[in-house]
């Protein structure tokens, strides 16, 4: 089985929130985009949250817009082993260097974990960050259907307080 690894973080200067997903599920990989997957709510959560049609917007459009709200994307893994596209079933799991990351991010106010795999992995790492809100999100997933989008909504929106 090979190895699937993160795309490269999507950061700068302006960061106030960074949501980390778990790793790139297979139409991800296969794009080359971050939560390309048609059913993958991401897009519309996000967009929900600063009141912007994300999901109607170009990739590289839906990235600038990210940019200009200070919201930044990563992953909590930086490579593992997984066959399709499921949390359950990583294996081999290295770490991306989040301390590292979150460093050099001076506006951080909030890392957001995009499901329970992403906090299980990323929150080990940031046990000595201080100052930066730590907040678990439901994934955006369409894995994850426990959830309707509107109650997922309501908690994606508590990221609006940290981009003010």
């Known amino acids: 089985m090979d190895r699937k ?6 950061v700068d200067d302006r960061t106030r929130v960074l949501i980390l997903g778990s790793l790139p599920g297979e139409a991800s990989l296969a794009a080359a985009r971050y939560y ?21 917007l170009e990739y590289e459009a839906r990235l600038e817009m990210l940019r200009t709200y200070g919201i930044g994307l990563w992953d909590s893994i930086g490579s593992a082993k997984r066959p399709g596209s499921l949390d359950a079933a990583i294996r081999d799991v290295r770490a991306n260097p989040l301390g590292a990351l979150t460093s050099g991010l001076p506006a951080l106010r909030c890392i957001a ?12 790492q940031l046990t000595a960050l ?4 730590l907040l678990r999100l439901p994934s955006s997933s369409p894995a994850h259907a426990a959830l309707t989008f509107d109650a997922k909504l309501a908690q994606w929106t508590n990221l609006r307080k940290f981009l003010h």
């Not at 390309?36 to 999901?55: T, Y």
């Not at 974990?113 to 080990?124: C, R, V």
């Open 130 to 133: 201080t100052g930066v809100a």
């Open 113 to 124: 974990f995009n499901g329970a795999k992403s906090a299980a992995i990323g929150e080990a």
């Open 5 to 10: 690894s993160s795309f490269a973080p999507l």
């Open 36 to 56: 390309a997957h048609p059913r993958n709510q991401f897009w519309r959560l996000v967009g929900a949250v600063i009141d912007v049609p994300l999901a109607d």
